[in-house]
């Protein structure tokens, strides 16, 4: 891959290849051991057991090389084994693994927390809390706005996802597989129709962001009033619930509407940060700045690591040992993340995003323009989205999503699906992916999208 900045050497060839049918007969042996011995609650979107990856591939127990549009749920931006990060990781783990920072603190959490204030938007003072999970991060960020606010609601959205504790089920709208029976949720979440594009037109909704936000700000000042709420929790482009990108307005006047009434705007970048959608943060495209911002998957080139990066004010509100875990900030996961962060900005991915999304995007809507099952293709930088219809309708088509995905897999390509309904395919492809492959893996996209439509 060549950007503008350099070139990436890669480890592995970057090629599809497939010398035995998918799943081969080492991944169905471990799928068997796996079935006595993980709980069946776990699931996989693919049945092929990795053993090595590199930029874009991933190569399994049976020597098979994929290409991976998925890159891991988007966390392997950098690619999957960085140079850098591994180093990092070897050299850190070497001196220490752990001490706990609220027993031994070290300068490694010091330098990410310097580097997220500095990296997220807005130039006011900012202090930042690291963590382990996106959802530890959500619900600590939940917990400072609770705090900080002295109130107790929070407003989510129509389609968002935030994780899968307690908490963050609550956030999250969708309730098969992340919710059913794993009730009862935490109270004072309050749920808000989100501003979907293709979705609002079709109903006949006025689809534009204005009018998107004032239906949400209208059932939040009906339903909980402005002055009782503590956040606003929001994804600047949703991710599980299916890449929706809100339209161009929803989140500035939402973000404006928090200001007035002294509402904490929380942006979860969990999934759009670090260079995911051709910015740093998504929210960046709208200039919005978030009073706190919650961080995870690309951050440390794979390691376990997340964050709140906030206002100062909101941070520091909060009483010492209020904020913290043992793991959280983990000495080894922020090695990575400094050199992650380094080889993003080496690499230039923000620019690198833009350019797969201008790659791939007009192929996409070449293809949207010849199949009537494609009602919709969106996203932004190398975050994109297919949404799958019945010909000629809206009406969601979840098992032709599910045929594509197999089609592609059948021929060496690892995709994504998501979406409430379960009709979207997204492309995540690790940012450090070559020009090659990518043009491969939309040609095989293309041919599963026909065959599966014929
Ligand atoms: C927007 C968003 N928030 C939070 C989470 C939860 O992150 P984690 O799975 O690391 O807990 C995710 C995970 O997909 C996410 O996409």
């Known amino acids: 891959m060549t950007t503008a900045a350099t070139s990436v050497s890669y480890r592995l060839p970057q090629v599809r290849s497939l010398v035995t049918p998918l799943p ?15 709980a069946a ?61 609220m027993v031994t603190p070290y300068e490694g959490y010091v330098t990410v927390a310097e580097r997220l204030n500095a990296l997220t938007p807005g130039d006011h003072a900012k ?58 949720f935490a109270p004072e979440v309050y749920r808000m129709p989100m501003s979907y594009p293709y979705r609002d037109a079709a109903a006949g909704l006025e689809a534009d962001g204005a009018a998107a936000a004032r239906r949400a700000i209208d059932q939040i000042e009906k339903q909980i009033g402005g002055d009782a709420v503590a956040a606003v929790i929001l994804e600047p482009i949703q991710g599980e619930g299916g890449f ?4 161009p307005g929803f989140l500035p006047a939402l973000a404006a509407w928090a200001k007035d009434n002294g509402v904490v705007f929380i942006a979860d970048e969990v999934q759009t940060g670090f260079a995911r959608t051709g910015a740093w943060f998504a929210c ?16 440390a080139g794979g390691m376990p690591l997340s964050a709140i990066t906030g206002r100062a004010d909101l ?27 380094d080889t993003m900005t080496e690499l230039d991915l923000p620019a690198r995003a833009r350019a797969i999304g201008d790659r791939a995007l007009p192929r996409l809507r070449a293809l ?5 099952v494609i009602g919709d293709v969106r996203g932004r930088g190398a975050m994109l989205a297919i949404e799958l219809v019945r010909p000629g309708t809206v009406e969601p088509d979840p098992e032709l999503t599910k045929d594509i995905a197999a089609r592609a897999l059948a021929a060496g390509v690892v995709i994504l699906t998501c979406g409430t309904y379960g009709n979207v395919i997204r492309l995540l492809p690790p940012l450090v992916i070559g020009d090659e492959l990518l043009d491969d893996a939309l040609t095989v996209l293309e041919t599963a999208i026909r065959e599966a439509a014929a």
Do not use: W
């Open 315 to 341: 941070l520091d509100a909060v009483h010492p040992g209020g904020l913290g875990g043992t793991y959280g900030g983990n000495p080894v996961a922020c090695a990575a993340a400094l050199a992650a962060l």
């Open 127 to 184: 202090r930042t809390v690291l963590f382990n999970s996106g959802a530890e991060a959500v619900e600590n960020a939940v917990k400072v706005a609770r705090l900080a606010t002295g109130r107790d609601a929070v407003v989510a959205f129509d389609h968002a996802y935030h994780g899968r504790t307690n908490l963050t089920m609550a956030l999250t709208a969708k309730t098969m597989p992340y919710k059913k029976d794993f009730g009862p």
């Open 244 to 247: 929706i990108v809100p339209a």
């Open 24 to 38: 081969g007969p080492e991944s169905v042996r471990l799928a068997e051991r796996r079935r006595a011995a993980v």
């Open 284 to 299: 960046e495209d709208e200039g919005v700045v978030p009073d706190i911002v919650t961080l995870a998957k690309g951050i």
């Open 368 to 372: 949207a323009a010849e199949l009537d």
């Open 41 to 101: 609650g776990v699931g996989s979107s693919v049945p092929v057991y990795a053993m090595d990856a590199d930029g874009g591939v991933i190569v399994d127990v049976d020597g098979n090389s994929l290409i991976d549009l998925g890159s891991g749920i988007a966390v392997t931006s950098v690619g999957a084994s960085d140079p850098r990060v591994a180093e990092a990781v070897a050299a850190q783990a070497a001196h220490f693994t752990h001490t706990c920072f």
